[in-house]
T-cell receptor, first 111, second 113 residues
Framework: AQSVTQPDIHITVSEGASLELRCNYS??????LFWYVQSPGQGLQLLLK??????LVQGIKGFEAEFKRSQSSFNLRKPSVHWSDAAEYFC?????????FGAGTTVTVRA | EAQVTQNPRYLITVTGKKLTVTCSQN?????MSWYRQDPGLGLRQIYY???????DKGDVPEGYKVSRKEKRNFPLILESPSPNQTSLYFC????????????FGEGSRLTVL
């Protein structure tokens, strides 16, 4: 079964600095991978997804993610963080008839 | 506007008092599911439904029931709630198999005393 792991529970970053959130997957074949964001008090919103092809995926809100098979990773990045990026971020992959989510990484943005 | 609507958004109840959390979608999606979110555990699937009258258990179905009598609605039923069901619940819909995007409701925060 396909699963994902997010090693970082909490990350604090300064506004304007770069951000990278880690996601590791476990699956032999090419996985489907997603990143979702949950703003405080809100549901989850899809940031980007990877199915195949170009390993660098562009998403909404200025985010991108790179699929690296050699490292079994699908890390999310943003070059310059805004205060509104403070949220919880989830990596996910399909598993049978559901999405399996990582435990999430909470991002705090300091002024 | 595409919407997944959950009600209630917030509820405090007592052990054993049956409750239902409703979920309604206007996107004509066949696939619907329920997740619960707990700190440090991410989201875990409770039940899912591939279509009307077709439902199946997810990872954590104990203590929950669902029904899918019509395409747009997928209520979550807690027949006898217990404190370990205190959680944040999300309903989600999907338009085309596992490759499709999940659309989430805004969540229902349930506290069982």
């Amino acid at each position: 079964a396909q699963s994902v792991t997010q090693p970082d529970i909490h990350i604090t970053v300064s506004e304007g600095a770069s951000l990278e959130l880690r996601c590791n997957y476990s699956y032999g074949a090419t996985p489907y991978l997603f990143w979702y964001v949950q703003s405080p008090g809100q549901g989850l919103q899809l940031l980007l997804k990877y199915f195949s092809g170009d390993t660098l995926v562009q998403g909404i809100k200025g985010f991108e993610a790179e699929f690296k098979r050699s490292q079994s990773s699908f890390n999310l990045r943003k070059p310059s963080v805004h205060w509104s990026d403070a949220a919880e971020y989830f990596c996910a992959s399909p598993n049978d008839y559901k999405l399996s989510f990582g435990a999430g990484t909470t991002v705090t943005v300091r002024a | 506007e595409a919407q997944v609507t959950q009600n209630p958004r917030y509820l405090i109840t007592v052990t054993g008092k049956k409750l239902t959390v409703t979920c309604s979608q206007n996107m004509n999606h066949e696939y619907m599911s329920w997740y619960r979110q707990d700190p440090g555990l991410g989201l875990r699937q409770i039940y899912y439904s591939m279509n009307v009258e077709v439902t199946d258990k997810g990872d954590v179905p104990e203590g929950y029931k669902v029904s899918r009598k019509e395409k747009r609605n997928f209520p979550l039923i807690l027949e006898s709630p217990s404190p370990n069901q205190t959680s944040l619940y999300f309903c989600a819909t999907q338009d085309r198999g596992l490759a499709g995007e999940l659309f989430f409701g805004e969540g229902s925060r349930l506290t069982v005393l």
